[in-house]
């Protein structure tokens, strides 16, 4: 196979439009490519950590008010609103899975696995089990286990779930490879849509 040359990109978010629609497999071949261990990486304290840091904070002065004058305090988690006032002070404490900003943030960098139907489906890197795919459709945001296809949290659309339970069902497989290898923090492998399954 002859790999296509990767373009030349003005900006990161003309980079990141590109590679949310491309296959890198067009680009790059992967069956040359070798495994790097780099134990002395550490992740470093960026912009965006202290922003999602001073957010978390916010969230939890907000309850704490909440709380003093009998409030509910509303904040998206996986995709619905959740009263945080109705939560345990540890289900709020500073994790990956509660922050306001960690939706947005988290989407950016999230690896997509595939895309079908204006269906997009999502997989994190050593995401909280049990194994699962993030799926956003029209707005719409759901969790959806692997081994069940069941949304587990969020909604989506009957008919978008039919769809995605279904093609979580065919591709079982490949998703829980796909799990394992997010585990260990290797790359992903693309997953052919709904569209093009027979």
Known sequence: MTAEPIPHFKSEAEERAFWESHDSADYLDWSKGETVEMPNLKRRNTLHDGAEQALKRAAQRAREIALQTNTPCIFRKHGKLV????????????????????????????????????????????????????????????????????????????????????????????????????????????????????
């Not at 997989?123 to 459709?137: F, Q, R, T």
């Open 83 to 198: 009263d945080i006032t109705k939560q345990s002070e540890s289900d709020t404490a500073p994790s990956r899975e509660f922050s306001p900003f960690a939706d947005l943030t988290k989407r950016k960098h999230m690896p997509i696995l595939s895309i079908f139907f204006g269906i997009i489906v999502r997989m994190w890197h050593d995401d909280h089990p049990p194994p699962h795919i993030h799926v956003e459709y029209q707005g719409f945001e759901a969790l959806v286990n692997i081994q069940t296809g069941e949304i587990s949290e969020g909604r989506l659309p009957n008919k978008a779930a039919a769809i995605v339970k279904e093609w979580c069902m065919r591709h079982q497989t490949e998703l829980l490879a796909n799990w394992e290898h997010g585990q260990r923090f290797e790359p992903m492998e693309r997953i052919p849509g709904a569209d093009q399954d027979d």
